[in-house]
């Protein structure tokens, strides 16, 4: 029932957003040689971010970049692995041109004080600790012929030597393991390896092509793009605690994606390795190829991405082998620019896991935001997650293993404090409020605060 109701939602959202945006956002070759160049839209790759980068070399109309996978879609519509972002989100990154390749460089470092209970108000997951959440990632990619276009995408994290292979603190936080543990209340790093592939699209039609990515590691064609791709989430240097409900099949350890676009719309079908990197963050994992997902995704204009998708996950987790996850989710996400380096950037995404052992169900919902106003940030996150005992690790505490239901609000600001050679230093804060199922009172509080102060070093925003 909860599938209907998410697709029936997404139907209703895509339809009044078409009836208010209806034009044909997709550009032929010959159209990107007669765009107006002066125009202040910007343009973007992979669903990073940018601020307020200005370019030296000339914009050519030859140089110019497309998506990694369509030479009809303008690159600021590319998400992480082959998802969609709308087409007005801006990039934060560096542009480099060359004769025949156009190559991007993206990347984000928070150096960080990250406190998980304040007011030490629990027992339990409120350590308190320095730390450099971290990735970058390099792009490029050639026209082949009049309609082939041939790229490469990597992307690097150095969690592994400035967060550590246990992970940073996160209270409410679960998914993979540690040490023959399971990690709780801990965020995982993530590998040095996070993104090795290549993909090469045919343009088979006009305003239709067909494309193949094969990454090891790669993302596969389930959810929506991963939070550090999405400008709503660029802000906060945290993972959502519904990540493995929602989006943490993006460093996957041997994939291959096929898909098919018309227009806006494009269906997706994926066959990978469903088990999460194990704890050794510098090597390669095994490919197995033993899962699937399908994706479809449909931008009704240049402001709005909605996709859903549906993916069966053999044997996930290492400490629990023998579970398979039956992984649905939808979303939605909305980005307006308002001129002078500002926008309103919002996602809303739903994920649940169906889990084969025990054949229940458990739900997440992420609402995120972030308000750009030149220099100056304001950014908020609720989630809610539904857990059990089994998955925070709790089976002697809660022999009853009951639904738990957790909440949490995080509120943030911060601003860019200066700028060199096309490079942003921000400075910011943020505080998490996390409510406490009844249950899990006398272990971690009713409401146990989060604080956090960081500097962050991204590229600036690309101009156009």
């Known amino acids: 029932?909860?599938?209907?109701?998410?697709?029936?939602?997404?139907?209703?959202?895509?339809?009044?957003?078409?009836?208010?945006?209806?034009?044909?956002?997709?550009?032929?070759?010959?159209?990107?040689?007669?765009?107006?160049?002066?125009?202040?839209?910007?343009?973007?790759?992979?669903?990073?971010?940018?601020?307020?980068?200005?370019?030296?070399?000339?914009?050519?109309?030859?140089?110019?970049?497309?998506?990694?996978?369509?030479?009809?879609?303008?690159?600021?519509?590319?998400?992480?692995?082959?998802?969609?972002?709308?087409?007005?989100?801006?990039?934060?990154?560096?542009?480099?041109?060359?004769?025949?390749?156009?190559?991007?460089?993206?990347?984000?470092?928070?150096?960080?004080?990250?406190?998980?209970?304040?007011?030490?108000?629990?027992?339990?997951?409120?350590?308190?600790?320095?730390?450099?959440?971290?990735?970058l990632m390099f792009m490029t990619q050639r026209k082949v012929g009049n309609n082939g276009l041939f790229s490469i995408n990597t992307m690097f994290s150095f969690d592994p030597f400035l967060v550590g292979a246990g992970g940073y603190p996160l209270l409410y936080q679960t998914g993979e393991s540690y040490q023959g543990h399971k990690l709780v209340d801990k965020q995982h790093p993530h590998d040095l390896f996070a993104e090795l592939s290549v993909a090469y699209t045919q343009r088979v039609a006009k305003d239709a092509d067909i494309s193949l990515s094969v990454g090891y590691p790669g993302e596969p064609a389930l959810g929506p793009p991963v939070f550090m791709h999405r400008l709503s989430a660029m802000n906060n240097p945290d993972a959502p605690l519904g990540h493995h409900y929602q989006d943490a099949t993006h460093i996957t350890f041997g994939v291959a994606t096929l898909g098919f676009r018309v227009k806006n719309v494009k269906l997706e079908g994926s066959i990978f390795t469903g088990r999460e990197p194990d704890e050794f963050r510098y090597d390669f994992d095994k490919m197995r190829f033993?899962?699937?997902?399908?994706?479809?995704?449909?931008?009704?204009?240049?402001?709005?991405?909605?996709?859903?998708?549906?993916?069966?996950?053999?044997?996930?987790?290492?400490?629990?082998?023998?579970?398979?996850?039956?992984?649905?989710?939808?979303?939605?996400?909305?980005?307006?620019?308002?001129?002078?380096?500002?926008?309103?950037?919002?996602?809303?995404?739903?994920?649940?896991?169906?889990?084969?052992?025990?054949?229940?169900?458990?739900?997440?919902?992420?609402?995120?935001?972030?308000?750009q106003l030149n220099k100056t940030a304001i950014y908020g996150r609720y989630e809610f997650v539904q857990k059990d005992a089994h998955e925070l690790d709790l089976e002697n505490e809660l022999p009853l293993d009951p639904n738990l239901n957790i909440n949490a609000l995080t509120l943030g600001v911060n601003r860019i404090l200066g700028s060199f050679k096309n490079t942003n230093v921000t400075g910011g804060v943020q505080a998490t409020l996390n409510v406490s199922p009844s249950a899990l009172k006398p272990l971690y509080s009713s409401t146990p605060v989060g604080f956090e102060v960081y500097l962050r070093i991204t590229p600036a925003m690309m101009k156009m």
């Open 1 to 135: 029932m909860k599938k209907y109701i998410l697709l029936t939602a997404v139907f209703l959202i895509s339809t009044a957003a078409f009836a208010q945006h209806h034009h044909e956002m997709n550009m032929t070759d010959s159209a990107k040689k007669n765009m107006n160049m002066k125009s202040t839209k910007p343009m973007m790759m992979d669903g990073m971010d940018m601020g307020d980068m200005k370019m030296d070399t000339p914009m050519h109309h030859h140089m110019m970049m497309t998506s990694q996978f369509s030479r009809d879609l303008p690159m600021n519509r590319d998400g992480s692995g082959t998802s969609w972002v709308p087409d007005e989100t801006p990039m934060y990154a560096y542009m480099i041109h060359g004769k025949k390749w156009m190559s991007m460089v993206h990347g984000s470092f928070f150096a960080r004080y990250n406190n998980q209970d304040l007011f030490n108000s629990g027992k339990r997951g409120g350590k308190s600790r320095f730390d450099v959440p971290n990735w």
């Open 290 to 371: 033993d899962s699937y997902s399908v994706r479809l995704s449909y931008n009704p204009s240049k402001e709005w991405a909605l996709q859903v998708s549906d993916g069966w996950i053999h044997s996930p987790e290492e400490a629990e082998p023998q579970q398979n996850v039956n992984r649905f989710t939808a979303s939605a996400i909305h980005t307006k620019m308002l001129g002078n380096n500002s926008y309103v950037a919002t996602t809303l995404v739903y994920g649940q896991n169906h889990y084969s052992d025990n054949k229940r169900t458990q739900p997440s919902v992420l609402l995120e935001n972030t308000f």
